[in-house]
């Protein structure tokens, strides 16, 4: 049920471009959950949180049963303010879309103002932890997120092609938490696939003496990003 759910601004297609972006990290808390596109891809986290204001999303999920999530029904809002950060968590939000970015005027059960987007950003720009929130460009976001950085993707809607936004409150990470789905488009994700399982195909012939000096050269050469990988 829930992989055939479908939401304007779903992440169904493009949630590579997502978890592209994420640093390692131990807990994942996805705060607008809908059909929850990235959290179902991403390599689970040693937590992860899936929260939605609106009940029929969270019985959804419910009635699917997800193995080692939690899914909270309620504001994001008053998740956010209340849950004791330790700074190792990933929050990433991706609210109803700005007014001012809209189509249609009501695309969601439960939507978001001109405010509630405000007190949203405010409330994200606070948190003492990695964030990633993502949407169309609008005056808003660029005054509360100026200090943020910015990456941006093509995404097909059911009209065209328009460019989504995703806003992040760290440096472009050296690892990802999730790196399967290196690449900005299917075509460099499979060559860049393909590359790997050379490699890996290489080391798995190597007789174990031949192995262990390989890995210590690794080690070596890259001792910040030998073994950075967190869960
Ligand atoms: C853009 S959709 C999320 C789509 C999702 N990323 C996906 O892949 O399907 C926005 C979601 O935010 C939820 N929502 C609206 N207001 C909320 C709030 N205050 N707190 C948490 N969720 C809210 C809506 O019910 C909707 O499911």
Request: proline residues 6%.
């Amino acid at each position: 049920m829930i992989r055939r759910m479908r939401y304007p601004g779903g992440k169904g297609k493009t949630y590579q471009h997502v978890i592209n972006l994420m640093p390692p990290h131990r807990v994942y808390i996805e705060t607008h959950l809908g059909g929850g596109a990235v959290l179902r891809h991403k390599r689970p986290s040693f937590r992860s949180i899936g929260i939605d204001a609106d009940p029929k999303v969270v019985s959804a999920w419910r009635v699917e049963s997800a193995p080692g999530i939690e899914l909270l029904y309620g504001r994001a809002e008053d998740f956010l303010v209340n849950y004791a950060f330790r700074g190792d968590e990933l929050v990433y939000s991706d609210p109803p879309y700005h007014p001012d970015t809209r189509r249609r005027s009501r695309v969601y059960a439960y939507d978001y103002s001109e405010e509630d987007h405000e007190r949203l950003l405010k409330i994200l720009v606070s948190l003492p932890c990695m964030v990633i929130l993502s949407g169309y460009a609008n005056c808003l976001y660029d005054e509360l997120l100026s200090g943020w950085r910015t990456r941006k993707f093509s995404a097909k809607t059911h009209v065209d092609t328009r460019e989504e936004t995703l806003w992040f409150n760290f440096e472009p990470p050296r690892a990802l938490h999730d790196g399967r789905y290196i690449g900005d488009d299917f075509r460099a994700r499979q060559t860049i696939k393909r590359r790997l399982q050379r490699l890996q195909d290489r080391v798995t012939r190597m007789s174990p003496i031949e192995r262990s000096a390989f890995v210590r050269w690794l080690n070596d050469m890259y001792p910040c990003e030998f073994g950075s990988g967190q869960r």
